[in-house]
């Protein structure tokens, strides 16, 4: 499973831009890797795993802005097709998932 989190938060003062960045800061220390700006993805194990760090996130959420939190399968993310320009890059996953017997 894979987490994505989506925000777009005020940064007009300098009170929303620590507000802002408390909340991305908080994202990255639970394990959220930044995709792309104002958008975070972490990888999960399971549905269960999903759910812990989605509840970690509710809990963060700030009072203004837009946030929104998205799970998609690993399937789903490796679908993705990704852009640089005109020219495609190939989906690279940033953890490697460990399977025990």
Not at 44 to 65: D, F, M
Request: aromatic fraction near 14%; proline fraction near 3%; hydrophobic fraction near 40%.
């Amino acid at each position: 499973m894979w987490v994505l989190v989506f925000f777009d938060l005020p940064t007009e003062t300098k009170k929303e831009r620590k507000i802002y960045s408390d909340f991305r800061n908080r994202l990255l220390k639970d394990g959220f890797t930044m995709f792309q700006f104002s958008i975070y993805l972490r990888h999960c194990a399971s549905r269960e795993n999903a759910e812990v760090h989605i509840l970690r996130v509710k809990k963060l959420l700030p009072e203004k802005g837009h946030v929104g939190i998205l799970c998609i399968t690993d399937k789903q993310f490796g679908n993705m097709e990704i852009f640089y320009g005109k020219k495609e890059q190939s989906v690279t996953t940033p953890y490697q998932q460990l399977e025990l017997f």
